[in-house]
């Protein structure tokens, strides 16, 4: 009895094993094919940045969202088409259609742009700007590259944020034509 006792929780253990060898491995494999999946969609999204020329842009923008993506200029303040707009739904690059924004953190700032409290989450890139003598952080779509604006810190909480984006950088989805 006692041997065969011996047997049984050495073929356990040894099933023990090699089950969880197989799993192991089977997880490598999964993690593995993850880490491809990312590489392949950032080497997209640098070529998205790369590989539009000039002219290539021109011919796919409107000539005023040329200006502001592509020139980083600024459209007139409270002129914009979503400066006083309020709908539920979602903002979009008006480049390249990556989604930015969603209603839940747009906000009434008065400052004549539309203004955010906070952007998705890795979709948009932050660098310094001291064009016009003014240091100011500029906020770029970070799967094209178009200028969205700046952000200040004079926002509500609770990130103190202010997202102000020119109405010509962002197209609006609303909440019902999502599914
Ligand atoms: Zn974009």
Redesign the pocket.
Known sequence: MKEKAYFVNVANFIWLVIITFIFNSQMKAQELESNEKNLISNQEREQNIMTKTDSEWKAILTEEEYRILREKGTERPFMGKYDGHFEEGEYV?A??G?TLYTSQTKYNSGCGWPAFSDGIEGKIDESKDISFGMPRTEIT?S??G?HLGHVFKDGPAPTGLRHCVNSVSLDFKPKKDQE
Do not use: D
């Open positions: 690059c480049g390249c990556e779509c799967n094209c178009g």
